[in-house]
């Protein structure tokens, strides 16, 4: 079965420190998403992309973060510079789009900033 | 930030009983979803039930929807230890989706 890949799973980086994360959403999925979750709480969403584009990033701190899906295939969520609130669980997650609404979501990265 | 309420945040049970989570909404929605979280991992969808269902049935899962109440409950039925999760709602509305907090399930063998 296809599955969502995510990469790092783990991530221990200082603060002031620049952090990339990549997904390779499944194959044929249009739509693409990358969430933050903080621990004990639900996913929240930081941006979400329909192929290369952007469709939502008001959520995202635009001022140290930055996502890109430059051939609407993978992306990287970069984080730049670390700060200690940023250590969370970053998900990404996609569906094909349409009248289809099931999520499917990578395994996440465990972002811990020293 | 967070759509939704779940309650409880945390609910412990013996394996083969019934566990009821509840999810309360704000604004008005296109479908509802309940997706499930190992401790770490990502998350599985487990259902979707559409603004005018009332109830939905997948395996050992029931969902109901009140949208009159903007609420909703997963029902899982005979639980296993392996029914040991996080479980959340998702609201769906216009290509927006956010998800409640949670509710924390420990079923005990």
């Known amino acids: 079965e296809a599955e969502v890949a995510q990469s790092p799973r783990y991530k221990i980086t200082e603060k002031s420190q620049a952090v990339a994360f990549w997904c390779d959403p499944i194959s044929g999925h249009a739509t693409l998403y990358w969430y933050r979750q903080i621990l004990g709480q639900g996913p929240e969403l930081l941006v979400q992309f329909q192929d290369e584009s952007v469709v939502d990033d008001s959520q995202l701190p635009k001022d140290r973060f930055s996502a890109e899906r430059l051939k609407g295939v993978d992306s990287t969520l970069k984080i730049q510079p670390a700060e200690l609130g940023d250590s969370a669980m970053y998900l990404c997650?996609?569906?094909?789009?349409?009248?289809?609404?099931?999520?499917?979501f990578g395994p996440g990265t465990r972002l811990t900033v020293t | 930030s967070q759509q939704g309420e779940e309650d409880p945040q945390a609910l412990s049970i013996q394996e083969g009983e019934n566990a009821t989570m509840n999810c309360s909404y704000k604004t008005s929605i296109n479908n509802l979803q309940w997706y499930r979280q190992n401790s770490g991992r990502g998350l599985v969808h487990l259902i979707l039930?559409?603004?005018?269902?009332r109830e939905k049935h997948s395996g050992r899962l029931r969902v109901t929807l009140d949208t009159s109440k903007k609420s909703s409950s997963l029902l899982i039925t005979a639980s296993r230890a392996a029914d040991t999760a996080s479980y959340f709602c998702?609201?769906?509305?216009?290509?927006?989706?956010?998800f409640g907090a949670g509710t924390r399930l420990t079923v005990k063998p």
């Open positions: 998702a609201m769906y509305n216009n290509n927006d989706m956010r």
């Open positions: 997650a996609s569906r094909t789009g349409g009248s289809s609404y099931e999520q499917y």
């Open positions: 039930i559409r603004s005018n269902e």
